[in-house]
């Protein structure tokens, strides 16, 4: 049974940063890929990141250079490192294996 739980989201600043998390539990992380994603009310999920089981990252246009997707093998969990935030992140965020789906975290940018 895959669980995967999200954690580190919060309210900030604009301009300010954040480290969000997703701890997976069930299977070992590096034999599949990751992906961070981020929802509005209202509107689609939008995918913004991904991490490959050899460690390659992919990032939307919409967050790269800003977010950065990572991950820590002996702790099973993947991260995303958010900088410089904008109103326009506030969303909450997912983190999936492509099948399985985390409850979210939710970011709010002041």
């Known amino acids: 049974h895959v669980q995967l739980v999200e954690s580190g989201g919060g309210t900030v600043q604009a301009g300010g940063s954040l480290r969000l998390s997703c701890g997976i539990r069930?299977?070992?992380?590096?034999?599949?890929?990751m992906g961070w994603f981020r929802q509005v009310p209202g509107k689609a999920r939008e995918g913004i990141a991904s991490?490959?089981?050899?460690?390659?990252?992919t990032h939307a246009g919409s967050v790269k250079g800003r977010f950065t997707m990572s991950s820590d093998d002996a702790k099973n969990t993947v991260y995303l490192q958010i900088n410089s935030l904008k109103s326009d992140d506030t969303a909450v965020y997912f983190c999936?294996?492509?099948?399985?789906w985390g409850p979210g975290t939710q970011v709010t940018v002041s």
């Open positions: 991490i490959e089981y050899d460690g390659t990252t």
């Open positions: 999936s294996d492509f099948n399985n």
């Open positions: 069930g299977w070992q992380y590096n034999t599949y890929c």
